[in-house]
């Protein structure tokens, strides 16, 4: 992994400002980029999430969340949905159903999570679950902010579900003021399963 990291301004707390380009400079979208403190840090709350369905798709394709997050699935379709996921790091079901389920799901340990609809093979969407409060999602611009960065060493991970190779872990230095760090990502291109025709009135 390829970085250049710039330092500027002057605050307590330090927003992160990440770019993740591709080897011939083209932006990621939906790449991860999470900071975990080498030091202890200080307990932030951890927000909900919602992965919503939509037009027969997981709607974000990537979703990061902190360990402990709660993550909503609610069906806006007018057919019904059965999300599952059979990664170890979070297995579950969500059987054929429509509108909010009555209770969210809890990601409890940190990993690589792969969802999908047993009854529409091409829905897909991954959540990566980190050990960290610090952590942003790329754009289609293949930019994202890490915001309240306190100042300190960190190990920077960057992920994206279709990444060539692991990227190794590098450490950074967050100081007291805003930050810009450049990254290379070698990319896959998404793999689409098709998409059957689907009958609104049998599910």
Same mark, same amino acid.
């Given at each position: $992994?390829?970085?250049?990291?710039?330092?500027?301004?002057?605050?307590? #707390?330090?927003?992160?400002?990440?770019?993740?380009?591709?080897?011939?400079?083209?932006?990621?979208?939906?790449?991860?980029?999470?900071?975990? /403190?080498?030091?202890?840090? #200080?307990?932030? /709350?951890?927000? &909900?999430?919602?992965?919503?369905?939509?037009?027969?798709?997981?709607?974000? +394709?990537?979703?990061?969340?902190?360990?402990?997050? #709660?993550?909503?699935?609610?069906?806006?379709?007018?057919?019904?949905?059965?999300?599952?996921?059979?990664?170890? #790091?979070?297995?579950?079901?969500?059987?054929? +159903?429509?509108?909010? /389920?009555?209770?969210?799901?809890?990601?409890?340990?940190? @990993?690589?999570?792969?969802?999908?609809?047993?009854?529409?093979?091409? $829905?897909?969407?991954?959540?990566? %679950?980190?050990?960290?409060?610090?952590?942003?999602?790329?754009?289609?611009?293949?930019?994202?902010?890490?915001?309240? %960065? /306190?100042?300190?060493?960190?190990?920077?991970? *960057?992920?994206? &579900?279709?990444?060539?190779? @692991?990227?190794? &872990?590098?450490?950074?230095?967050?100081?007291?003021?805003?930050?810009?760090?450049? $990254?290379? *990502?070698?990319?896959?291109?998404?793999?689409?399963?098709?998409?059957?025709?689907?009958?609104?009135?049998?599910?």
């Amino acid at each position: $992994m390829a970085l250049l990291f710039v330092l500027a301004g002057s605050a307590k #707390a330090a927003t992160v400002d990440a770019l993740v380009l591709d080897p011939k400079g083209q932006p990621v979208p939906d790449a991860a980029v999470v900071l975990y /403190p080498l030091a202890p840090a #200080a307990h932030k /709350p951890r927000l &909900p999430a919602t992965i919503e369905q939509r037009g027969s798709e997981f709607i974000p +394709y990537v979703t990061v969340v902190q360990t402990g997050t #709660a993550v909503e699935f609610p069906n806006n379709d007018s057919i019904k949905h059965h999300a599952y996921s059979f990664s170890a #790091a979070k297995r579950f079901e969500i059987k054929l +159903y429509a509108g909010k /389920p009555g209770q969210p799901v809890i990601f409890d340990k940190p @990993g690589e999570v792969v969802i999908g609809c047993n009854i529409h093979d091409w $829905m897909e969407a991954h959540v990566l %679950v980190v050990d960290s409060p610090y952590f942003a999602r790329t754009a289609p611009n293949g930019s994202a902010a890490i915001a309240n %960065v /306190p100042a300190g060493r960190y190990r920077l991970q *960057l992920w994206h &579900p279709q990444q060539k190779a @692991g990227q190794a &872990p590098s450490e950074v230095d967050i100081g007291p003021s805003p930050a810009r760090i450049t $990254m290379k *990502l070698d990319v896959k291109p998404r793999e689409r399963k098709p998409r059957a025709e689907t009958d609104p009135d049998r599910y």
